[in-house]
């Protein structure tokens, strides 16, 4: 599960790792995190007509970095 979250947030997963988080506690803490923004990224809400249409589980904490991949996948659509 590690990996396939990996995936998705490998900065996130290799800062933790890096900071001593076992990959249990890895996994808790980002596999949310992933699951947002593999949505984000692959465009899910990429025509929505505005903020109040946003599913519920479409936001997440996310630090600018993360942000900034979602905007430059957005810029290449």
Do not use: F
């Not at 506690?25 to 929505?48: A, D, F, H, M, P």
Request: hydrophobic share 30%; proline share 4%; net charge positive.
């Amino acid at each position: 599960h590690c990996l396939s979250v990996r995936a998705v947030c490998q900065r996130e997963i290799d800062c933790d790792r890096g900071n001593g988080y076992s990959w249990k506690i890895t996994l808790l803490r980002n596999y949310r995190k992933s699951k947002v923004k593999q949505e984000w990224l692959s465009g899910k809400y990429s025509n929505v007509p505005s903020q109040n249409s946003l599913p519920e589980k479409s936001m997440y904490p996310m630090d600018v970095d993360t942000w900034g991949e979602i905007l430059e996948a957005e810029l290449e659509r």
